[in-house]
Protein backbone atom coordinates (compact mmCIF):
# COMPACT_ATOMS: atom_id res chain seq x y z
CA UNK A 1 0.00 0.00 0.00
CA UNK A 2 0.61 3.59 -0.08
CA UNK A 3 3.61 4.74 2.52
CA UNK A 4 5.21 8.15 3.19
CA UNK A 5 8.50 8.19 5.66
CA UNK A 6 9.43 11.45 7.25
CA UNK A 7 12.84 11.98 9.09
CA UNK A 8 12.51 11.38 12.88
CA UNK A 9 12.17 14.86 14.84
CA UNK A 10 12.47 16.63 16.93
CA UNK A 11 14.64 19.47 15.00
CA UNK A 12 15.66 22.34 16.74
CA UNK A 13 17.08 24.68 14.70
CA UNK A 14 17.95 28.59 15.26
CA UNK A 15 17.06 31.39 13.85
CA UNK A 16 17.97 32.10 10.24
CA UNK A 17 19.53 28.61 9.57
CA UNK A 18 18.73 26.46 6.86
CA UNK A 19 16.01 23.61 7.26
CA UNK A 20 15.92 20.52 5.57
CA UNK A 21 13.24 17.79 6.24
CA UNK A 22 13.27 14.92 4.47
CA UNK A 23 10.26 12.90 2.91
CA UNK A 24 10.64 9.65 0.53
CA UNK A 25 7.28 8.10 -0.17
CA UNK A 26 5.79 4.45 -1.64
CA UNK A 27 3.11 4.81 -3.88
CA UNK A 28 1.43 2.57 -7.03
CA UNK A 29 0.94 5.10 -9.97
CA UNK A 30 1.44 8.90 -9.65
CA UNK A 31 0.35 10.53 -6.46
CA UNK A 32 0.34 13.90 -5.58
CA UNK A 33 2.36 15.14 -2.63
CA UNK A 34 1.84 17.84 0.01
CA UNK A 35 3.30 18.94 3.10
CA UNK A 36 1.13 20.12 5.82
CA UNK A 37 1.56 22.06 8.94
CA UNK A 38 0.31 21.72 12.17
CA UNK A 39 0.64 25.38 14.45
CA UNK A 40 0.62 24.66 18.42
CA UNK A 41 -3.04 23.75 19.56
CA UNK A 42 -4.68 24.23 15.93
CA UNK A 43 -5.26 22.31 12.90
CA UNK A 44 -3.33 21.16 10.09
CA UNK A 45 -3.13 23.63 7.13
CA UNK A 46 -1.42 22.82 3.73
CA UNK A 47 1.52 24.28 3.19
CA UNK A 48 2.30 23.30 -0.32
CA UNK A 49 1.53 21.01 -2.79
CA UNK A 50 3.06 19.37 -6.50
CA UNK A 51 0.77 16.98 -8.33
CA UNK A 52 3.27 15.85 -10.82
CA UNK A 53 6.87 14.97 -11.23
CA UNK A 54 9.43 17.76 -10.99
CA UNK A 55 6.54 20.04 -10.19
CA UNK A 56 8.05 22.60 -7.57
CA UNK A 57 5.64 23.53 -4.52
CA UNK A 58 6.18 26.78 -2.67
CA UNK A 59 4.78 29.04 0.21
CA UNK A 60 5.84 31.65 2.85
CA UNK A 61 9.68 30.93 2.01
CA UNK A 62 9.29 26.64 2.00
CA UNK A 63 10.18 24.90 -1.13
CA UNK A 64 9.74 20.87 -2.21
CA UNK A 65 10.26 19.16 -5.74
CA UNK A 66 8.39 16.34 -6.82
CA UNK A 67 10.97 14.08 -7.22
CA UNK A 68 9.99 10.48 -9.01
CA UNK A 69 13.16 9.20 -9.34
CA UNK A 70 13.78 9.35 -5.80
CA UNK A 71 10.35 9.05 -4.63
CA UNK A 72 11.01 11.96 -2.62
CA UNK A 73 9.28 15.46 -2.23
CA UNK A 74 11.74 17.17 0.80
CA UNK A 75 10.97 19.94 2.06
CA UNK A 76 13.25 23.04 2.63
CA UNK A 77 13.50 26.69 3.66
CA UNK A 78 16.44 28.84 3.45
CA UNK A 79 16.04 31.21 6.70
CA UNK A 80 13.67 29.99 9.33
CA UNK A 81 12.18 32.51 12.03
CA UNK A 82 10.66 31.44 15.27
CA UNK A 83 7.06 31.18 14.28
CA UNK A 84 8.11 28.43 11.84
CA UNK A 85 7.83 26.30 15.18
CA UNK A 86 5.19 23.89 14.14
CA UNK A 87 5.24 19.97 13.30
CA UNK A 88 5.61 19.11 9.80
CA UNK A 89 3.59 16.59 8.07
CA UNK A 90 4.96 14.84 4.27
CA UNK A 91 1.62 13.11 2.38
CA UNK A 92 0.31 12.04 -0.43
CA UNK A 93 -3.15 10.99 -1.98
CA UNK A 94 -3.76 8.40 -4.80
CA UNK A 95 -5.47 9.30 -7.67
CA UNK A 96 -7.84 6.42 -7.70
CA UNK A 97 -10.72 8.88 -6.42
CA UNK A 98 -10.88 8.08 -2.67
CA UNK A 99 -9.35 11.11 -1.95
CA UNK A 100 -7.59 9.08 0.61
CA UNK A 101 -4.47 11.23 2.13
CA UNK A 102 -1.57 9.36 3.82
CA UNK A 103 0.16 11.46 5.93
CA UNK A 104 3.81 10.71 7.54
CA UNK A 105 4.94 10.83 11.19
CA UNK A 106 5.54 14.37 11.35
CA UNK A 107 8.68 16.13 12.20
CA UNK A 108 8.49 18.84 14.92
CA UNK A 109 10.45 21.95 14.56
CA UNK A 110 11.20 24.32 17.17
CA UNK A 111 13.37 27.30 15.92
CA UNK A 112 14.71 28.87 19.19
CA UNK A 113 15.88 33.14 19.09
CA UNK B 1 -15.70 32.96 10.16
CA UNK B 2 -14.13 29.50 10.86
CA UNK B 3 -14.31 27.08 8.07
CA UNK B 4 -14.49 23.90 9.43
CA UNK B 5 -15.61 23.94 12.94
CA UNK B 6 -15.58 21.21 15.41
CA UNK B 7 -16.98 20.97 18.78
CA UNK B 8 -16.28 20.38 21.55
CA UNK B 9 -12.82 21.40 21.43
CA UNK B 10 -11.83 19.43 24.61
CA UNK B 11 -13.98 16.64 25.74
CA UNK B 12 -13.04 14.26 29.11
CA UNK B 13 -15.23 11.41 29.98
CA UNK B 14 -15.21 8.12 31.88
CA UNK B 15 -14.68 4.81 29.91
CA UNK B 16 -17.67 2.88 28.96
CA UNK B 17 -19.46 6.41 27.98
CA UNK B 18 -20.66 7.36 24.81
CA UNK B 19 -19.66 10.40 23.41
CA UNK B 20 -19.86 12.61 20.20
CA UNK B 21 -17.75 15.10 18.51
CA UNK B 22 -19.50 17.65 15.66
CA UNK B 23 -17.97 18.90 12.71
CA UNK B 24 -19.16 21.58 10.52
CA UNK B 25 -17.53 23.27 7.46
CA UNK B 26 -19.56 26.46 5.70
CA UNK B 27 -16.79 26.08 2.49
CA UNK B 28 -19.48 24.21 0.46
CA UNK B 29 -17.14 21.20 -0.15
CA UNK B 30 -18.82 17.91 -0.49
CA UNK B 31 -16.34 15.92 0.75
CA UNK B 32 -15.49 15.54 4.55
CA UNK B 33 -13.08 13.06 6.80
CA UNK B 34 -12.03 12.31 10.10
CA UNK B 35 -8.60 11.68 11.14
CA UNK B 36 -7.13 10.22 14.52
CA UNK B 37 -4.05 11.71 15.72
CA UNK B 38 -2.37 9.61 18.26
CA UNK B 39 0.02 10.95 21.14
CA UNK B 40 2.94 10.61 18.86
CA UNK B 41 1.22 12.68 16.18
CA UNK B 42 0.83 10.03 14.22
CA UNK B 43 -2.42 10.80 11.27
CA UNK B 44 -5.01 8.69 9.85
CA UNK B 45 -7.67 8.52 8.44
CA UNK B 46 -10.50 7.09 10.01
CA UNK B 47 -13.85 7.85 7.12
CA UNK B 48 -14.70 9.75 4.43
CA UNK B 49 -17.96 10.84 3.25
CA UNK B 50 -18.99 12.40 0.12
CA UNK B 51 -22.56 13.81 -0.57
CA UNK B 52 -23.47 12.05 2.82
CA UNK B 53 -22.47 8.59 1.05
CA UNK B 54 -19.53 6.77 3.28
CA UNK B 55 -16.73 6.74 1.03
CA UNK B 56 -13.44 5.56 2.64
CA UNK B 57 -14.09 3.31 6.29
CA UNK B 58 -10.54 2.34 7.44
CA UNK B 59 -11.20 -0.58 9.46
CA UNK B 60 -12.13 1.37 12.37
CA UNK B 61 -14.18 -0.56 15.53
CA UNK B 62 -18.28 -0.46 14.87
CA UNK B 63 -17.63 1.41 18.42
CA UNK B 64 -17.31 4.51 16.23
CA UNK B 65 -20.25 5.84 14.04
CA UNK B 66 -19.80 8.51 11.82
CA UNK B 67 -23.13 10.01 10.87
CA UNK B 68 -23.94 12.84 7.81
CA UNK B 69 -26.95 14.24 8.12
CA UNK B 70 -26.48 16.47 5.11
CA UNK B 71 -23.06 17.56 3.19
CA UNK B 72 -22.13 20.49 5.75
CA UNK B 73 -21.80 18.05 8.68
CA UNK B 74 -19.97 14.92 9.48
CA UNK B 75 -20.25 13.77 13.28
CA UNK B 76 -18.57 10.95 15.25
CA UNK B 77 -20.27 8.66 17.77
CA UNK B 78 -18.39 6.65 20.05
CA UNK B 79 -19.71 3.77 22.14
CA UNK B 80 -18.51 2.31 25.47
CA UNK B 81 -14.91 4.58 24.88
CA UNK B 82 -11.78 2.79 25.80
CA UNK B 83 -8.58 4.16 27.08
CA UNK B 84 -6.86 3.45 23.70
CA UNK B 85 -9.51 6.29 22.33
CA UNK B 86 -8.04 8.95 23.74
CA UNK B 87 -6.47 10.90 21.09
CA UNK B 88 -6.74 14.27 19.36
CA UNK B 89 -9.66 13.91 15.97
CA UNK B 90 -9.58 16.02 13.26
CA UNK B 91 -12.48 16.97 10.81
CA UNK B 92 -11.41 17.49 7.57
CA UNK B 93 -12.98 18.63 3.86
CA UNK B 94 -12.20 19.26 0.98
CA UNK B 95 -14.41 20.16 -2.39
CA UNK B 96 -14.98 16.90 -3.77
CA UNK B 97 -13.67 13.63 -4.66
CA UNK B 98 -10.24 14.52 -7.08
CA UNK B 99 -9.91 17.44 -4.97
CA UNK B 100 -7.79 16.94 -2.90
CA UNK B 101 -6.47 19.54 -0.80
CA UNK B 102 -8.26 19.26 2.70
CA UNK B 103 -8.98 21.72 5.52
CA UNK B 104 -8.83 20.84 8.47
CA UNK B 105 -10.55 21.64 11.88
CA UNK B 106 -8.86 22.58 15.12
CA UNK B 107 -9.31 19.44 16.67
CA UNK B 108 -11.13 17.49 19.57
CA UNK B 109 -8.86 16.60 22.57
CA UNK B 110 -10.85 13.18 23.66
CA UNK B 111 -9.07 12.06 26.92
CA UNK B 112 -10.84 8.96 28.48
CA UNK B 113 -9.86 7.70 32.00
Not at chain 1, 53 to 75: M, Q, V
Not at chain 2, 46 to 70: A, G
Request: hydrophobic share 30%; with cysteine.
Amino acid sequence: GNSVTQMEGPVTLSEEAFLTINCTYTATGYPSLFWYVQYPGEGLQLLLKATKADDKGSNKGFEATYRKETTSFHLEKGSVQVSDSAVYFCALSDRGGSEKLVFGKGTKLTVNP
Amino acid sequence: DTAVSQTPKYLVTQMGNDKSIKCEQNLGHDTMYWYKQDSKKFLKIMFSYNNKELIINETVPNRFSPKSPDKAHLNLHINSLELGDSAVYFCASSPGLNKNIQYFGAGTRLSVL
